[in-house]
């Protein structure tokens, strides 16, 4: 929850402007992987506890092509501040980054523990993974930390490459400034709701990975695709910059 406080929901419409939004994000929601690990670990189950190890591998492997996807944003805009990123978007940044965005939404899938990645909890192999001896309020939190994570996931997807709260082929000098927050504020709660569609889309129609293909897609797939796009934006950047 404490991520509300950077979200930006609309125009004026935040409680803090951090200058380095973008890394307090990432590293709010990295916290996960350490109490998913302790979880686990301290319930003493033999299930848990290898939901627990997969847990650190796979919520290491994709946190740095995800953090590599949102360097060309960063590059774009030269800020880390997620009300520049949004002010700078003129073209909705999935148009100048789209793989970018296909690297960030499938990371990000994967940080959710949701299918096909949700490795950590496999019913059919590991009883319920990490939170299997959890009952009662405890895995109530564990349920609630899940569905937060995906609507704040979907905040940051509609914040860096949709534009935020702007309202398509509208300028905030073209009605009274209560409407375009109020118009903003509408604009970015449609966008994080079709967002969280997509991604219970892609859980109810995937099917699960097996852990070899889970790690390759990973290191082998996501991370170079990341490295190119941020090597492709610095020289196009640079070119445009001599021009």
Known sequence: FILLAVVPFGKDSFLADLNVGVLFFIAVTTV??????????GSGNRFALIGAVRAVAQLVSYEVPMLLSLVGVLLLTGSMSLISIVEAQRLPFILLQPMGFFVFLMAASAEMNWTPFDLLEAESELTAGFHTEYSGMKFGMFFLTDFMETIMVACLATTLFFGGWQVPWLEADAVAN???????VMSFSI??????????????TLPRFRYDQLMRLGWKGLFPIAVANVVVTAVVLYVIDRI
């Not at 209560?178 to 903003?184: A, E, K, R, S």
């Open 32 to 41: 996960g992987t350490m109490a998913v690990f302790l979880a686990g670990w």
């Open 178 to 184: 209560w409407v375009y927050v109020l118009l903003g």
């Open 191 to 204: 966008k994080v709701v079709i967002f969280c569609w997509v991604f219970m889309q892609l859980r109810w």
